[in-house]
Nanobody, 115 residues
Framework: QVQLVESGGGLVQPGGSLRLSCAASGFNFRTYDMSWYRQAPGKERELVAH????????NYADSVKGRFTISKDNAKKTMYLQMNSLKPEDTAVYYCNAYPAFPDWGQGTQVTVSS
């Protein structure tokens, strides 16, 4: 059974940083591309970033490009999202998943950017 557990969210001021973590189990983490999504109040869930293992690369939404960095630690079966220069519009619940996404979703972790 696929399990995804997000953590690391919190309340930060604009311009601040957070590092989100995603503990994964129930599938071959090493060989799967992984992704981060977010859902802001009143909006649909959107793709933020994902890995591209076949090309050894990553892809980011234009809104976060240059500020966020996705990474994987295969030994720990953990994925991270380093979030820098945070803006109020980054406020959302953040979810991790494979890419393409499994139908299984975790509880997410709340990120609130406010002064």
């Amino acid at each position: 059974q696929v399990q995804l557990v997000e953590s690391g969210g919190g309340l930060v001021q604009p311009g601040g940083s957070l590092r989100l973590s995603c503990a994964a189990s129930g599938f071959n983490f090493r060989t799967y591309d992984m992704s981060w999504y977010r859902q802001a109040p009143g909006k649909e869930r959107e793709l933020v970033a994902h890995t591209i293992r076949a090309g050894g690369s990553t892809n980011y939404a234009d809104s976060v490009k240059g500020r966020f960095t996705i990474s994987k630690d295969n030994a720990k079966k953990t994925m991270y999202l380093q979030m820098n220069s945070l803006k109020p519009e980054d406020t959302a619940v953040y979810y991790c998943n494979a890419y393409p996404a499994f139908p299984d979703w975790g509880q997410g972790t709340q990120v609130t950017v406010s002064s």
